[in-house]
């Protein structure tokens, strides 16, 4: 249904165009640019290259500078939302853009997905709050809200999905969070001391049609003093860049672990990632004559995805290049697994995963949302083979595609990928 464009949303299309995110992300930018927090990126720029320089290829090192600004702004744009007395929405860990009037710098890190409108709504453990949400006309596949007690919204203290909530027929939804047990009380979390942030994810797997839920947040209870000054703000802000190098260090190493291939699926909440979440990790060298031929099943899961990191852990260009695909979006083979090629060059496979040129990537599998406790587990191969050699080695049933069908599918990916910056 079409968003009221009244006092709050400014599309009637998009639910992330709104007054919160255009107001923090100007809020965000201008911490960004002050000489404190200036300062504290130059130091936590020096903390990055001093573990970088002797581990990183050349050409993830000329990624170098992106990676380091998309950390910082990210630490600063959480930092902008952090005040619980006062709490709004806000998108988080998103490529840069040119929109709502300005140009919002990019805040990918963290092996982020794609597919997700990450959103960050600041909770004080003490406050009562409401949160109101509409499902859209065509709603995101899956959603979780989770409480977290950190600022790299790893730490889970409460969790609620989407198969566990009271949605109406309309699609509207109201969560309440305070300190009180929710005893039987649908669509309630309670707040556990040491609560920062509610942190949502919307997962769409159908680029064209989805849209996240449309949020709004109220605190029932009056605020007890003024809101944060941005001299507190900024303070916030310097330490998150700061503190938060070592989680997203360690975030990165995971996948440096084995051989080069594709890990056993295992849960993602012990690392931060969705406490129902199962998750694999790949990291894979190639030459450009090297194919990796990686093949999964969907174990009954509601939403699926892989994508392609750079060694940094951000994902490679959303818009352009097939760095990801879902389970929308993926064909399966004959035998109703899924089959993907990763590859410099275009493998003429539907499931291609296209490193955008560089010849080191990590990979994340995720399987989400298992309605059906009697579906097969989660499973995942892979091998390295010659290029050349890639017919041979494939799965039967496979699914091929042409030039011609590859253009329409980037053109359809980045006709898509606008929507979720659109502000009509």
């Keep these: 249904m079409p968003l009221d464009t009244g006092d709050y949303f400014l599309s009637s299309t998009n639910p992330v ?12 930018m201008r911490l960004f640019d002050r000489a404190d927090v200036r300062a504290a990126r130059e130091k936590a720029e020096t903390m990055w290259r001093r573990v970088a320089d002797r581990l990183m290829p050349a050409d993830q090192m000329a990624l170098f500078d992106g990676h ?14 952090t ?6 929405v806000l998108r988080v860990y998103s490529e840069g853009a040119q929109w709502l009037g300005h140009r919002v710098p990019g805040s990918k890190w963290g092996g982020d997905n794609p597919d997700n409108a990450y959103r960050i709504i600041p909770i004080g453990a003490g406050g009562r709050y409401e949160v109101t949400g509409q499902r859209q006309t065509q709603p995101s596949t899956y959603v ?27 699609g509207s939804y109201c969560l309440t969070l305070d300190g009180t047990p929710g005893d039987g009380r649908p669509n309630h979390l309670t707040i556990p001391e040491g609560t920062l942030y509610l942190f949502i994810r919307d997962s ?9 839920d449309a949020l709004r947040v109220r ?29 997203a260090y360690y975030a990165q190493r995971l996948f440096f672990n084995g051989p080069q291939m594709m890990t056993m699926p295992e849960g993602a909440g012990s690392v931060g990632g969705l406490l129902t979440q199962q998750g694999s990790l790949g990291h894979f060298t190639l030459t450009d ?9 969907a174990a009954g899961a509601t939403y699926r995805d892989i994508v392609l990191h750079d060694l940094w852990l951000r994902s490679l260009p959303n818009r352009d290049n097939q760095i990801s695909l879902n389970n929308a979006q993926m064909a399966p083979d004959a ?6 090629v990763l590859s410099l060059a275009d493998p003429g496979v539907h499931n291609w995963l296209d490193p955008c040129g560089l010849h080191d990537v990590l990979i994340l599998h995720r399987w989400q949302g298992f309605p059906d406790p009697h579906a097969p587990p989660p499973s995942i191969e892979s091998c390295k083979v010659r290029l050349a050699e890639l017919d041979g080695a494939l799965p039967p049933g496979v699914v091929r595609i042409s030039a011609e069908q590859r253009r329409q599918q980037i053109a359809r990916r980045q006709a898509a990928y606008d929507r979720r910056f659109a502000e009509d």
């Excluded at 979780?144 to 309309?170: R, Y």
């Excluded at 769409?204 to 996240?212: C, I, S």
């Excluded at 004559?289 to 099943?297: L, M």
């Design 17 to 28: 165009a709104n007054v919160d995110q255009r107001d923090l992300e100007q809020l965000a």
């Design 68 to 81: 380091v600004s998309d950390y910082c702004f990210k630490c600063t744009l959480v930092a902008a939302n």
């Design 83 to 88: 005040d619980g007395h006062y709490p709004r």
């Design 144 to 170: 979780t809200f989770q409480l977290v007690g950190n600022s790299t919204t790893s730490a889970t203290l409460a969790s609620l999905e989407q198969q566990d909530m009271d949605i109406a027929a309309d």
């Design 204 to 212: 769409m797997g159908d680029w064209e049609a989805q849209q996240p």
């Design 219 to 247: 605190r029932l209870d009056p605020p007890t003093r003024a809101p944060l000054s941005e001299d507190e703000l900024a303070s916030t802000a310097i330490r998150n860049i700061l503190s938060d190098v070592f989680y």
């Design 289 to 297: 004559e090297d194919a990796v031929i990686i093949t999964a099943n």
């Design 335 to 340: 035998d109703g697994r899924f089959t993907y």
